[in-house]
């Protein structure tokens, strides 16, 4: 059998390369050579040594937890009937392990299906498997390593769109990455009326305006909470927290948000967050948690995501600040926890 390079992260901030059996085609899969890797936020969590998430993934963590890719086909098994070999894809890892049959399945929440079994992603390596089921061929304007960060924009806009916006909402998100930008992006695409986003540095602040925020206000202010309020007169009407870690964004969404208004929680939280349950009811808070992505209607999130990244109108493949290669995945891993070095997503190319 053949070998591949993976990353495994063997403790907080201890990550190394290893050999692996590369994958095998098999006649309802195909093989992917993978052409980039986005470093997400959870990773960081990991690598971080978050005692919520290590708990959740103990390490030894096989691949590292990689699991935003864009890749080549380059092998089809024979019962393969929508891919071919050279096609260049987008992969929706919840839709493609999905059953398809289950009652989410049919209701098009692929990532809480039950019959998945435990969710474990190959990681950063060279080559993936995965049934055709969920995988997206790119357009042409989008090249194949930015298809990388597709998912996790997909997150946001799936909430947004299972949240179902009119037109003329107050919105308010919390935070300017990757999460934050595609929500504000989205909500601008889905009819918002003012999107005000918080940011904490230079190239976050830079990236807002360009993806749809009508005001941008410096998250580490200490009058946050006031400054955003004063550009949502009453309150706004949905407000996307994107921060997690240990930042106080539920407290700060929760004085944000107006009476019956919605927040939608999309951080996550290096343990537990106590959330003011009087104040919540007294406002009548609706909360919208969203782990993931799935489909609105006729069209998946995934798709959605790749017109309007193709298309132009939420310029995704602009925020890949840095392309790494896999033999230095530390460096991209220090890349992408050090936002003082300009980094938006951080791309590992194989």
Same mark, same amino acid.
């Given at each position: 059998?053949?070998?591949?390079?993976?990353?495994?992260?063997?403790?907080?901030?201890?990550?190394?390369?290893?050999?692996?059996?590369?994958?095998?085609?098999?006649?309802?899969?195909?093989?992917?050579?993978?052409?980039?890797?986005?470093?997400?936020?959870?990773?960081?969590?990991?690598?971080?040594?978050?005692?919520?998430?290590?708990?959740?993934?103990?390490?030894?963590?096989?691949?590292?937890?990689?699991?935003?890719?864009?890749?080549?086909?380059?092998?089809?098994?024979?019962?393969?009937r929508k891919l071919k070999v050279g096609d260049r894809v987008a992969v929706?890892?919840?839709?493609?392990?999905?059953?398809?049959?289950?009652?989410?399945?049919?209701?098009?929440?692929?990532?809480?299906?039950?019959?998945?079994?435990?969710?474990?992603?190959?990681?950063?390596?060279?080559?993936?498997?995965?049934?055709?089921?969920?995988?997206?061929?790119?357009?042409?304007?989008?090249?194949?390593?930015? *298809? &990388? $960060? =597709?998912? +996790?924009?997909? /997150?946001? !806009?799936?909430?947004?769109?299972?949240?179902?916006?009119?037109?003329?909402?107050?919105?308010?998100?919390?935070?300017?990455?990757?999460?934050?930008?595609?929500?504000?992006?989205?909500?601008?695409?889905?009819?918002?009326?003012?999107?005000?986003?918080?940011?904490?540095?230079?190239?976050?602040?830079?990236?807002?305006?360009?993806?749809?925020?009508?005001?941008?206000?410096?998250?580490?202010?200490?009058?946050?909470?006031?400054?955003?309020?004063?550009?949502?007169?009453?309150?706004?009407?949905?407000?996307?927290?994107?921060v997690g870690g240990m930042a106080p964004t539920m407290d700060q969404a *929760? &004085? $944000? =948000?107006? +009476?019956?208004? /919605?927040? !939608?929680?999309?951080?996550?939280?290096?343990?537990?967050?106590?959330?003011?349950?009087?104040?919540?009811?007294?406002?009548?808070?609706?909360?919208?948690?969203a782990l993931a992505y799935g489909q609105v209607g006729l069209r998946t999130?995934?798709?959605?995501?790749?017109?309007?990244?193709?298309?132009?109108?939420?310029?995704?493949?602009?925020?890949?600040?840095?392309?790494?290669?896999?033999?230095?995945?530390?460096?991209?891993?220090?890349?992408?926890?050090?936002?003082?070095?300009?980094?938006?997503?951080?791309?590992?190319?194989?």
């Amino acid at each position: 059998m053949s070998k591949m390079r993976s990353a495994v992260m063997l403790g907080p901030r201890q990550i190394e390369l290893v050999e692996i059996d590369r994958p095998e085609v098999d006649a309802n899969s195909v093989i992917i050579k993978v052409e980039g890797t986005g470093v997400c936020g959870s990773n960081l969590h990991w690598w971080r040594g978050a005692e919520r998430a290590t708990g959740m993934w103990p390490f030894p963590i096989p691949g590292a937890g990689g699991h935003e890719y864009g890749g080549v086909v380059i092998e089809a098994g024979r019962n393969i009937r929508k891919l071919k070999v050279g096609d260049r894809v987008a992969v929706d890892q919840f839709h493609s392990t999905s059953c398809g049959q289950c009652v989410y399945c049919s209701s098009g929440a692929f990532g809480v299906c039950p019959n998945r079994g435990t969710f474990v992603t190959p990681g950063f390596v060279d080559y993936i498997k995965f049934p055709e089921k969920g995988l997206h061929v790119l357009p042409d304007s989008i090249a194949t390593h930015e *298809a &990388a $960060i =597709i998912e +996790p924009a997909a /997150t946001p !806009i799936s909430a947004l769109r299972r949240l179902g916006l009119r037109g003329g909402e107050r919105v308010v998100v919390l935070g300017a990455g990757i999460v934050g930008l595609a929500a504000a992006g989205v909500a601008k695409a889905l009819g918002a009326g003012k999107v005000v986003v918080t940011a904490k540095y230079d190239q976050q602040e830079k990236f807002a305006y360009e993806f749809g925020a009508d005001v941008v206000v410096r998250s580490n202010a200490k009058d946050v909470v006031e400054q955003v309020l004063s550009h949502v007169d009453g309150g706004a009407d949905i407000v996307v927290e994107t921060v997690g870690g240990m930042a106080p964004t539920m407290d700060q969404a *929760a &004085a $944000i =948000i107006r +009476p019956r208004g /919605t927040v !939608i929680p999309l951080g996550l939280w290096d343990e537990p967050v106590k959330i003011d349950s009087w104040g919540a009811v007294f406002k009548e808070i609706n909360f919208m948690f969203a782990l993931a992505y799935g489909q609105v209607g006729l069209r998946t999130d995934y798709e959605y995501a790749i017109e309007l990244m193709a298309s132009g109108r939420l310029p995704l493949q602009k925020l890949i600040t840095h392309q790494v290669p896999l033999a230095n995945i530390r460096e991209a891993f220090e890349l992408a926890d050090d936002k003082t070095r300009g980094a938006i997503k951080v791309v590992v190319r194989p």
